[in-house]
């Protein structure tokens, strides 16, 4: 008997059906035994048949949708776009804040750099306070001598002579000995 299949993916193959081989040609033929064919039939009628398929094949026809489904799919197509739009504004908010995270990163790297800067002019100053302060110290300690102290103090700092021998106002020895004392 011969049998013919309806699916175009089987033409020309060897199958399997119900645990027979059957070989069909390229035009979806296979001869087989008569019972066997009658099971084959049985088994799928609308893929397998004693006479041949039509070639035309019907264009697909979509079930018609109730007014109920159609209300559906424009409510989900509107949440689709209204998520979409949601994802659109987080993306932007997103690549804003990024931004500003990056303006803020550069602000702070200049501030931390100027804040390195004021804390050394800050221990700049307070070196300068603190060496005044000493400077004040020794000044007031030096007051409290003679000029014959004080001219002996420039002869044990080894000041040379000619800064000092000639001075006669305590406040130019004392001058002259700060000089020499705090230079370095």
Known sequence: MK????????????LNVLNNEVQFNKIGEAEVEDS??????????????????????????????????????EE???KIEKLKKQDESRVS?????????ADFKESYAKVVEENKGFKTLLEEKEE?????????TFRKQLEEKEIEELKSTCSQMEIEEGEW??????????????KHAFEQ
């Open 93 to 101: 908010t997103i690549n804003d804040l990024k931004k500003e995270l």
């Open 76 to 78: 989900l197509k509107d």
């Open 165 to 178: 021998k000639r001075l006669q106002k305590k406040e130019k020895i004392i001058d002259v000995i700060i």
């Open 3 to 14: 049998i013919y299949t309806s699916s175009k993916s089987k033409f020309g193959k060897k």
């Open 128 to 136: 300068q306070e603190e060496k005044n302060e000493e400077v004040e």
């Open 36 to 73: 066997f064919g009658k099971k084959m039939i049985k088994y799928n009628s609308e893929v397998y048949s004693s006479e041949p398929f039509s070639s035309k094949s019907e264009p697909f026809k979509p079930e018609k949708v109730d007014n109920k489904n159609e209300f559906l799919v």
